[in-house]
């Protein structure tokens, strides 16, 4: 049932954003796509039906997003699930017993937190490796490494990694790359076209963007990993609600112009940080201080929406800067149209050992600042009045 050729493929982003894989309702001509909040759909006779049996194998809203998202990562085949999380552990499913991930050391605190807790229980072996070393990769692949988790910028220190380059060393053994490209969007960066097999993402963040559902999707360009993937969607059964894939439906029509002013704001933020006597450095990919900056403006159309930042002081002042914020708002996640800051070591990353967060620098002065789409003014002002009180 899904249908590549309303993928609107010769049109901008921005179009496609707002029509790919969403059909007017042939009953009553609605422009949005309908919530087929329904379980199940009745069969004209045994095995006979219009394509839908049962909502956990296909639902139509459900379809309509990830016909969207196929579009907009220029992909062939796309799926939903639930979260991010388990958008990764469903393409982990692709592997078996045995097998070897070579992954990106810095990533999401859950994301390391499912390979090292659970699914090395499972008996997969991953090892942990800054990717910005390219021999270093290469000498971590070997015959056992069946997949390469490419986390790119990275959560929380904003790493970026030459995809292309470290395609071609994995499939030079034959193994899978995944790239996790959640905090760039679509919009900013397209890993299939750079050599990916697979492109994950958390739709909870930018695709969304509007901080109100949690959910995931995985797109791809190989039919038999596509074939795999719906296979184990069905079976592991961690698909999205039909209001859920409405709500990142809805929210993924302005994900165009929300990312123009989430990078816009993001500069003005990291450029007032970065001139600023309380802070030691500021991460973010749109400043030529970033270590890899040149790789960044060669794969990526735009910076992004995160900047990360080390404050004088360690805890006590990010705390005291942490609590005295009034437009940003203390909380996890990122990617929403509201500007969030947290504390990487304490929030999203607590679940990361601490010699580890050690190890890769995340320390007690580490910030993470979601730039949101308000008045820049605001956030500068907001910024200058906490700073002033640490």
Known sequence: MHDPD???????????????????????????????????????????????????SQNPTRMALEDCIASLEGADFGTAFGSGCAATTTVLHLLEAGDKVVSSDDIYGGTRRLFVQVMEQMGLEFEFVDMTDLEAVDEAVDDQTTMLWVES????????????????????????????????SPYFQQPLDLGADL???????????????????????DASLAEQLFFLQNS?????????????????????????????????????LQGHGKVDRV??????????????????????????????????????????????????????????????????????PPD???????TDGLVRISVGVEHE?????????ALARV
Do not use: W
Not at 10 to 23: L, W
Not at 312 to 340: M, N, P, Q
Not at 377 to 385: T, Y
């Open 6 to 56: 309303y993928s609107f493929a010769e049109y901008a982003f921005d179009t496609r954003a707002i029509y790919a894989g969403q059909r007017p309702d042939p009953t009553t001509g609605a422009l949005m796509k309908p919530i087929y909040q329904t379980s199940t759909f009745e069969q004209s006779s045994p095995g006979e039906h219009t394509g839908f049996e049962y909502s956990r």
């Open 153 to 184: 910028p990275t959560n929380p220190l904003l790493k970026i990694y030459d995809i292309e380059a470290v395609c071609e060393i994995g499939h030079a053994s034959d193994a899978l790359v995944a790239v996790d490209n959640t905090f760039m």
């Open 199 to 221: 492109v994950v993402h958390s739709t909870t963040k930018f695709i969304n963007g509007h901080s109100d559902v949690v959910g995931g999707a995985v797109a791809t360009n």
């Open 236 to 272: 592991i059964g961690a698909v999205p609600g039909p209001m859920d894939a409405f709500l990142v439906l809805r929210g993924i029509k302005t994900l165009g112009l929300r990312m123009r002013k989430h990078a816009s704001n993001a500069q003005a933020v990291a450029e007032y």
């Open 283 to 352: 991460l973010f990919p749109g400043l030529e201080s970033h270590p890899q900056y040149e790789v960044g403006q060669k794969q990526m159309s735009g910076p992004g929406g995160v900047v990360t930042f080390y404050i004088d002081g360690g805890l006590e002042a990010s705390r005291r800067l942490l609590e005295t914020v009034e437009v940003f708002s203390l909380a996890e996640s990122l990617g929403g149209v509201e500007s969030l800051i947290e504390h990487p070591a304490i929030m999203t990353h607590a679940s990361v």
């Open 356 to 362: 580890k967060r050690a190890e890769l620098g995340i």
């Open 377 to 385: 003014k605001d956030l500068l002002e907001d910024l200058e009045k």
